[in-house]
């Protein structure tokens, strides 16, 4: 999906500065975001291709206004009441009792087996890696990232679409997000390791961009 989190390329928006002491959670409510997220996910609510595409629907003002766990928070939101598990009117107003009343106990429970569910998720990841047929593209062959991405959620980045690059490295298969993240399945692809020319891409530059790209996003130049 084209979008404000699409930004490469993108001008104006400064250096990418980077701290390396910085912690995990700035704030105690970053860290109850992600463990929310975590489990809900994890209790097969929504794919992390449902998560990602929760985020990149929200306007572009407020995308870019509000912090990286902030847009989790919206995004967890977004997919609960869509789905129907919470009740956004009655979320609306639970958010202003807190508002009115910051330091107000929270009401819930410990539930400890939740943690149990997702804990090897925490620390291991979830893959998702599947078997596919045989890559359609080899080491060295000419290839054209697509004009068109498929409406909804994508993975190919706007800046490489129409240009021509070369396969540096034939990866694994996974799941493809444009179709996970719709409920279409997850249609595992073969990716691969794709070398643009800066020069051909932003008009300067003598290197190559290396871009990660599933076998749909491609066809033979």
Not at 14 to 22: L, S
Not at 119 to 146: C, I, N
């Amino acid at each position: 999906m084209d979008g404000p989190h699409d930004l490469g390329g993108a001008q104006g928006f400064g250096p990418v500065r980077f701290d390396p002491d910085e912690p995990l959670f700035s704030h105690d409510w970053e860290r109850k975001v992600f463990g929310l997220t975590m489990a809900t996910s994890t209790v097969g609510l929504y794919n992390r291709d449902e998560n990602r595409h929760a985020r990149e629907r929200m306007p572009t003002d407020e995308y870019r206004a509000t912090s990286y766990f902030e847009q989790w928070l919206v995004a967890m939101e977004t997919n609960l009441t869509e789905l129907g598990v919470l009740d956004a009117s009655a979320l609306r107003e639970r958010v202003a009792e807190f508002l009115e009343d910051p330091d107000r106990e929270v009401r819930g429970k410990d539930q400890p087996e939740l943690f149990e569910l997702f804990r090897d998720t925490l620390e291991f990841g979830a893959s998702l890696d599947r078997p596919a047929g045989p890559p359609r593209y080899s080491v060295g062959d000419r290839v054209r990232a697509v004009r068109d991405a498929k409406p909804g959620h994508t993975r190919l980045p706007a800046y490489v679409r129409g240009h021509v690059g070369v396969v540096h490295r034939v990866d694994g298969s996974f799941v493809l997000p444009d179709t996970n993240a719709h409920h279409e399945g997850e249609n595992p692809e073969n990716t691969y390791n794709v070398g643009f020319s800066a020069q051909d891409l932003w008009g300067k530059g003598d290197h190559e961009v290396l871009v990660d790209v599933w076998e749909s996003y491609l066809e033979p130049a």
